[in-house]
C-alpha cells in the first residue's frame, strides 16, 4: 500500500517562499498510480486543485490563482513530488494536501477532480501573514 506524507509547510510572510515535499513509500507503479497533485483546503471550503504533475513529470498543470508562483516537480529516483511556492500571499495559507491518482489522470478531462485521487497524505499547513 502507498502512503504518501508531506513536510515543509510553515508560516511565512507575505512575498515568501516555501517548498514543500511529498515523500511517497512504496511503488506507485504498482498500484496503477502516476499522477501526483497537491490540493489545498481552508476551513469550511472544498479542497481545490493546485498543480497537479504527469506520471513522466512532462505534464504540468496548475490552478489560475498560483500560475506563475508555484512550480510542480518529481525526482522519480527518491518518489518524491515538490511545490516550489515564491511570492506567498495571505489567501494561500491553507492545509495543503499531496494525493495520488491513476497514471492517466493528469492529461485527462476534468482537471484537478477530488475524487480522481485514490491515495491522500495527511497534509502539512502553510500560512502566510501580511
Known amino acids: 500500500q502507498v502512503q504518501l506524507v508531506e513536510s515543509g509547510g510553515g508560516s511565512v510572510q507575505a512575498g515568501g517562499s516555501l517548498r514543500l515535499s511529498c515523500a511517497a513509500s512504496g511503488s506507485l507503479e504498482a498500484y496503477n498510480l502516476g499522477c501526483m497533485a497537491w490540493f489545498r483546503q481552508i476551513p469550511g471550503n472544498e479542497r481545490e486543485a493546485v498543480a497537479t504533475?504527469?506520471?513522466?513529470?512532462?505534464?504540468?498543470g496548475y490552478a489560475d490563482s498560483v500560475k506563475g508562483r508555484f512550480t510542480i516537480s518529481r525526482d522519480k529516483a527518491k518518489n518524491t513530488v515538490y511545490l516550489q511556492m515564491n511570492s506567498l500571499k495571505p489567501e494561500d495559507t491553507a492545509m495543503y494536501y499531496c494525493?495520488?491518482?491513476?497514471?492517466?489522470?493528469?492529461?485527462?478531462?476534468?482537471?484537478?477532480?477530488?475524487?480522481?485521487?485514490?491515495?491522500w497524505g495527511q497534509g502539512t499547513q502553510v500560512t502566510v501573514s501580511s
Open positions: 494525493a495520488a491518482a491513476g497514471r492517466y489522470v493528469c492529461t485527462g478531462s476534468p482537471w484537478g477532480r477530488e475524487g480522481d485521487y485514490n491515495v
Open positions: 504533475i504527469s506520471t513522466t513529470g512532462t505534464t504540468l
